[in-house]
């Protein structure tokens, strides 16, 4: 299970958004993932990112879907602006709070061809 583990470790590598946040005090951060809570859980410890608040799979489907999700994230805790970064066109273009700023991270699925991606949520 050991080797089994370190293998899916070294399967993963730091994009260079991933190495600016390793080894930095990160309050306020969250990470809001399709895939399960304990993955990422040990892939950030592994790779020294400290951001203790997983958003995973159960409270994505909960939610719908990411705009929803960090819409409720931010009136839940009382924020007024935010920033979502992700690699999925299709996650950024479900928020529709002008509060939140859109950012496309270019290391994952989509791609910015036709899309004004780095903007504010629609109103």
């Known amino acids: 299970l050991k080797r089994n583990h370190m293998r899916w470790l070294e399967m993963h590598s730091l994009t260079d958004f991933g190495r600016q946040l ?15 809570k304990d993955s990422v859980r040990i892939l950030l410890a592994h790779f020294g990112i400290a951001i203790d608040t997983i958003l995973g799979r159960d409270d994505f489907k909960h939610s719908g879907n990411k705009g929803a999700l960090i819409q409720r994230v931010m009136e839940a805790n009382g924020y007024d602006a935010a920033e979502f970064v992700d ?28 899309h004004d991606i780095n903007k504010r949520g629609a109103a």
């Open 22 to 36: 390793a080894g930095r005090e990160l309050p306020h951060h969250y990470v809001i993932t399709t895939k399960d």
């Open 87 to 114: 690699d999925n066109q299709s996650h950024l273009e479900t928020v529709r709070d002008p509060r939140v700023r859109l950012v496309f991270a270019d290391w994952g699925y989509g791609s910015q061809v036709g």
